[in-house]
């Protein structure tokens, strides 16, 4: 049978989203978002997703030249990706592009390494096994690329002294941590049984955080329904994935956007089974679940729900699904607060105690204050582990010309270059440009003569080595794990790999650290004089996060120059109520959400003075269409050398009260056909700025 199929996919020509007829002679079903391969013009292998089907008379279209699934995996969700295409202004392609993405070659590729088998076997091994063997137990495993096929290797595999394992298999075991307890068993049914669509429930500590959504599922699974368990991303070595096999098994689907073959795979289990528990990522909120019953949204505060190319976010289009929904949060964003309280939401409290707050440090010379570097030494002392926050990378994060004391810039991009010892080396951290640091030459004075200033993660690293000689340092950050799974690290800390870790922002993930007695953040001072409207909702939510999978009993830190500060205490206290008076106050001021919406409009050029041209131009269009609304217009600024191959960027933000105030006008803008040459980004709810 023959039918005319619409498919939607990108042409690089246009550089824009199409929507073409084809027809399809299969015995498939085909359906919206059944992935297909097509010919258009220059490409012979082209992605497609069916949009929809008609009955046409015109049988002239091109054939599909292949239907990649044997059923459409998203089809009734066909609704909800258009309703969320139309409010952030992008296209049902990038969407399904997302949800559905063809498996790439280089995805199914799986790092393996040889481990020691336990118990040891009795069979006999010759002296070269021997050694072998004993190097792989002191390194506790080995990756297979360090043996070019070695029969050494293979006859301890054979007598099975050694095996191969996956990357991601070791996870080291948290589940001596979860005991259930049923304590939760009426707040549980509460909720199920509340006829609100949309519930907030502010928790505290992590592991009981993970009990308490694992007492929900169940429940819901006796109620004969799904439940969507969701987390900005997620990892095979979050303890809660072990806490979710220990109690549902066969009924776990986890759907991760990791590989793609992976997240197909689920997606064909959740379309066929029903009474399931899901756990998945951020995109999982369009997953196809028949008999979906609730979804529950990890770590509300989180700012990774938000999507960094499509700017989506996830966790706001779960509110707006037809769902119930209830939202997790240790300290909720400012917008979901404001919210509840004015009874869009539904508010539980499950928070038992106060946190520990941080308490202020005057900074000193040295790196760290004398009075740490004496806590650290108890901690050690007690076997207690120490984790220290730092939001630079490198040795030290600037490097100043001793002649006329300016720091080295990048010279294809202008930010300033990070220092790094161990290669004698300056890295732009925006651009990727580096350069051997004896060829640097100071471009303002031409000097050669160099000191380091101020101290990144490594420098903080290397210090604390010399400190502290016996203990075993960890550090983590982007030059740390580069492309690997940077949980496995993280949970190596965690069941006791290290004493201290030194760390960026990815510290804070939502994880147990039982062990950590001691939290320092080195200086945070400069966040207040950052033009994003919500740096301090982030840094406070940073801050809630370590203290949260650390102990009930952590002490807490952060070095300043001046512990006086007042917006400063108060990120330091963890005093929500306080936290969230101070900064509604602020964001009244200067007319940020939850008072006014914002959209983000971001042009980019190659050439600064074309680019101001244009976005005056963008800037005047919109001036006019917006007058006599309550709209208001800023910009365009924020004029800055963005990236090589993009060059200049600007920015132009819209505040708004009501939607139907902008919509009209932002269509007709997307509808005008920009210069050439101008790149364009429509950012809606953004976050920061
Ligand atoms: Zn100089
Ligand atoms: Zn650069």
Known sequence: MTKVVYVT??????????????????????????????KYKYSSHKE??????????????PYIDEIVDDFPLLE?????????????????????????????????????????????????????????????????????????????????????????????EKAPSFSSFYASDNDN?????????S????????TDNNLKEFRFAIDIAKETLK?????????????????????????????????????????IAALKRINNESNIVIYGDKYAVFAPIKDLGLILV????????????????????ALKSNYKTVLFSKCPKLMTKAKQLKGYLKGYSFKAQNLVQYKLIQKEDDVIPVELLYRISECLKNKEQVLIFHNSRGTSPFYKCDKCSKFAICPSCGNTLTYYEDDNRLSCLSCGYHIEASEYYCSSCGGKEFSKSGIGTMGIQKYLEEKFKNAKISRLDADSYKDKDYHMDLSAFATGDNDIIVGTKELKENYLLPKVKLIIVMDIDWIFKSSSYNIEENYYEILNSLLNSARLDTSAYIITS?????????????????????????????????????????????DKNFLLNVSDKVYSFFEGKFKGRKVFLIGPYNVKFFKKQRGYKSLIMIKYRKREDIEDVIKAFLNMRLPKGIGLEIDVDPEGE
């Open 9 to 38: 996919f990108f042409d690089q020509l246009t550089d824009k989203d199409i929507i073409m007829p084809f027809l399809a002679k299969t015995t498939k079903v085909i359906g919206f978002s059944s992935r297909v391969i097509i």
């Open 48 to 61: 497609a997703y069916v949009y929809e089907i008609k009955e046409e008379e015109n049988l002239s279209y």
């Open 76 to 168: 009734d969700k066909k609704e909800d990706i258009e309703k969320t295409a139309d409010y952030y202004f992008c296209s049902v392609y990038k969407i399904l592009e997302r949800l559905l993405p063809f498996p790439k070659k280089e995805e199914e590729y799986r790092k393996v390494f040889y481990v020691p088998c336990s118990p040891t076997p009795l069979n006999k091994i010759n002296k070269r096994e021997y050694e072998l063997l004993e190097l792989i137990r002191r390194e506790k495993k080995i990756p297979k690329d360090d043996f070019s096929k070695s029969a050494t290797i293979n006859s301890l595999l054979e007598k099975k002294y050694i095996k191969e394992i996956y990357d991601d």
């Open 185 to 193: 068993e009426k707040l549980v049914q509460e909720i199920l049984d």
């Open 195 to 202: 006829e609100e669509k949309n519930i907030l429930v502010e």
């Open 223 to 263: 109620r004969n329904k799904s439940i969507l368990i969701i987390s900005p991303n997620i990892s095979l070595a979050n303890p809660f994935i072990e806490f979710l096999n220990m109690n549902f098994k066969d009924n776990l689907v986890i759907l991760s956007s990791n590989k793609g073959k992976e997240r």
């Open 298 to 317: 990890f770590q509300e505060e989180n700012y990774l729900y938000k999507d960094e190319k499509l700017f989506l976010n996830y966790k706001d289009i």
């Open 562 to 606: 001046d512990p006086t500060f007042l917006p400063l205490n108060i990120i330091a206290q963890q005093d929500y109520q306080k936290f969230y008076e101070y900064t509604l106050n602020k964001r009244r001021m200067i007319m940020a959400p939850p008072y006014y919406y914002l959209i983000a409009l971001r042009l980019f050029a190659r």
